[in-house]
């Protein structure tokens, strides 16, 4: 433990970086599992606050990602000194591992467990590891890695992986670990919980949703523009602006915004093996959580 909630670690992030970092009032927290959302979260938060898709620095710059070691925490640290601006930042770390303050929001996004590990697993097929690697400071390994599972038997055995959510955050307990937390306290004032589904089948009507719920008044003219930059295919043609890659890991930046849909973890498995996920599901996170993660009935 770190005072009093829960420090995460892992090789590359270190939740302990929200321990030092001086918040301020009106901050906003976007604390989401890896590829659910995070960078589109980020881009409407940005739009919100500047209200103009012509945003002043690229997407990563004015949304640091504040416990990932690949930056020095005094410069990350600084950096959101300097901002004058409503501030909105990024974190993995799930609620029980953050400060929790009542002049802060905190945004978790919510997304299909399935689509969200079929998204990492091609993910880290983008990821310059060596870099990595180097930028960390870790020793160079014994031997290569193991070749990687085709994506439907790595995703199998990513559903029966047994593994301690607080070790393997983006393992399945990993996530349900993360947002059941978040939805027990989802009665908080300042805490909202969004679904990846929901801001793809409205993304306007969700934008303004989350405008209420920071307080931020956004004139009626500026919406049509503002909702266009939040769109998949407006963020993936200006990837070299709002990647999440300042430290040059991603081999192909545009790559990182690979589909933007749902449904591509259920269309790999049979109806026995999305049974069988829904089974797994059911011993890890309470069904009212399930019922709306899960957005539909999975049942055969």
Aim: hydrophobic letters at 40%; charged letters at 25%; aromatic letters at 8%.
């Amino acid at each position: 433990m770190v005072a009093d909630f829960t420090r995460y670690r892992s090789p590359d992030e270190d939740s302990a970086r929200w321990v030092e970092f001086p918040r301020r009032a009106g901050d906003i927290v976007i604390s989401t599992r890896s590829k659910s959302g995070t960078t589109w979260m980020q881009m409407i938060c940005a739009l919100l606050v500047f209200q103009t898709p012509d945003l002043p620095a690229p997407l990563p710059e004015l949304s640091p990602w504040l416990d990932w070691l690949l930056a020095p925490s005094a410069e990350v640290y600084a950096r959101l000194e300097a901002q004058e601006h409503r501030r909105f930042i990024k974190t993995h770390t799930p609620l029980d591992g953050l400060p929790l303050d009542a002049g802060l929001t905190y945004i978790v996004v919510a997304r299909h467990p399935l689509d969200m590990a079929v998204s990492l697993y091609h993910q880290g097929e983008n990821l310059d590891r060596e870099r990595m690697r180097r930028l960390t400071g870790l020793p160079e390994p014994d031997r290569p890695p193991d070749p990687r599972l085709p994506v439907r038997e790595w995703l199998l055995s990513w559903i029966d992986t047994e593994d301690d959510p607080r070790e393997q955050l983006d393992s399945l307990p990993g996530v349900l670990w993360h947002l059941s937390d978040a939805w027990a306290r989802r009665s908080e004032p300042n805490i909202v919980l969004v679904h990846f589904d929901d801001l793809s089948a409205d993304l306007a009507g969700e934008m303004r949703l989350l405008a209420a719920h920071l307080g931020i008044s956004v004139p009626e003219h500026s919406w049509p523009a503002l909702v266009d930059a939040a769109t998949f295919a407006r963020m993936r043609a200006g990837a070299e602006r709002t990647a999440p890659d300042p430290s040059g890991v991603l081999k192909d930046r545009a790559a990182f915004f690979r589909r933007g849909t749902s449904g591509s973890g259920r269309e790999l498995l049979t109806a026995d093996q999305l049974v069988h996920y829904r089974e797994r599901a059911a011993g890890l996170a309470p069904p009212d959580l399930l019922a709306w993660l899960h957005h539909e009935d999975l049942a055969p």
